[in-house]
């Protein structure tokens, strides 16, 4: 069983910066976080991936967040970050924490917070 917990959202001007925060809390230590990842989920959209991040360190980024955002990982801590620059309008959205656990291949989601951009 894996919780997750997001912080970090809030309202800021395009252009602006935010840092977003997941912090995994596992009941069973020999249960590992494969893959945490950030999903976003805008009013009427399907929620979409963000970026993600191995436990090996390899990271994938989806278009729109290339050269903008920035994920990473601290495996000691069970925490996933991601450092939002230049943001848009439409980069208004709600943020959700995913993690996926290995060997079961379980998806967790944290709760998700809101992300705002105004002009």
């Known amino acids: 069983q894996v919780q997750l917990k997001e912080s970090g959202g809030g309202l800021v001007r395009t252009g602006g910066s935010l840092r977003l925060s997941c912090r995994a809390s596992r009941s069973h230590s020999d249960v590992a976080i494969a893959l945490m990842s950030w999903y976003r989920q805008a009013p009427g959209n399907q929620r979409e991936l963000v970026a993600d991040?191995?436990?090996?360190?390899?990271?994938d980024y989806a278009e729109f967040a290339k050269g903008r955002f920035t994920i990473s990982r601290d495996m000691t801590e069970d925490t996933v970050t991601l450092e939002m620059n230049d943001l848009k309008v439409e980069d208004t959205a709600v943020y959700y924490c995913h993690g996926r656990t290995y060997p079961d291949l379980r998806d967790y989601w944290g709760q998700g917070t809101q992300v705002t951009v105004v002009s």
């Open positions: 991040c191995t436990r090996g360190d390899v990271r």
